[in-house]
């Protein structure tokens, strides 16, 4: 489950990025082939036996899926990029560890330096 995290935390950063910095006004469908991965992590993080939070985290979790339905429904860009960024990142980064975002940032960080040589 770790890489699918890590893969669907940069998916989520890269499709924000992407509607932003290009004015990409189709958030909404790009965000649907996540969708499936979405509901895999939330099915996990579910899981009863695995983890034990107070019942709001998961009443929030649950809020989120609903807002990405309704997103979808309503073709509501700033929606979708709100319960994805800001929702299920969140939640993603909870398993993330220090090492990837250091690892992330120099790659990132890096590159960005080498183009502006």
Request: with cysteine.
């Amino acid at each position: 489950m770790q890489e699918q995290i890590e893969d669907m935390y940069e998916v989520i950063n890269f499709l924000g990025f992407n509607a932003t910095y290009h004015h990409n006004y189709n958030y909404v469908e790009n965000s649907k082939m996540i969708f499936q991965e979405v509901q895999k992590f939330v099915q996990w993080f579910m899981d009863g036996e695995r983890f034990v939070f107070e019942k709001a985290v998961y009443d929030n979790l649950l809020d989120i899926l609903r807002d990405c339905e309704t997103a979808v429904r309503n073709h509501d860009h700033v929606l979708m990029m709100d319960a994805l960024e800001q929702g299920i990142s969140g939640y993603l980064e909870m398993f993330l560890s220090e090492e990837f975002f250091r690892e992330k940032e120099s790659m990132y960080v890096g590159r960005v330096n080498a183009e502006e040589s």
